[in-house]
């Protein structure tokens, strides 16, 4: 699995970079707040919503550690699916969030 940590994707956000975020936290935590474009997609719903996702386009998957976004970059992977899993996840994500 192929693996980037917060920083970096705070970097290439800030580059103008076109990337997809995908936020698999249950919908508690994404009222918290998460990152400012992100597609909020609990983990659990992936498997129902693979019919939002281009199988042409790059994700990056967040959760609140990168544990459950781990499982959702292998899930997504075994689709057929170009993920790549932030390491840290909103633990380390030092932007401004939308609510």
């Not at 996702?53 to 959760?63: F, I, K, Q, R």
């Amino acid at each position: 699995m192929k693996q980037i940590d917060m920083t970096t994707l705070e970097e290439k956000m800030k580059n103008k970079e076109n990337v997809n975020v995908i936020d698999v936290r249950e919908d508690d935590e994404v009222a918290q707040g998460k990152i400012p474009g992100a597609k909020h997609i609990p983990l659990n719903d992936i498997p129902d919503r693979l019919n939002e996702l281009d199988e042409n386009s790059h994700y990056y998957m967040v959760c609140r550690s990168g544990g459950r976004s781990g499982k959702a970059s292998d899930y997504l992977e075994s689709e057929g699916y170009d993920v790549t899993n932030v390491d840290g996840g909103m633990l380390a994500w030092n932007g401004e969030v939308e609510k």
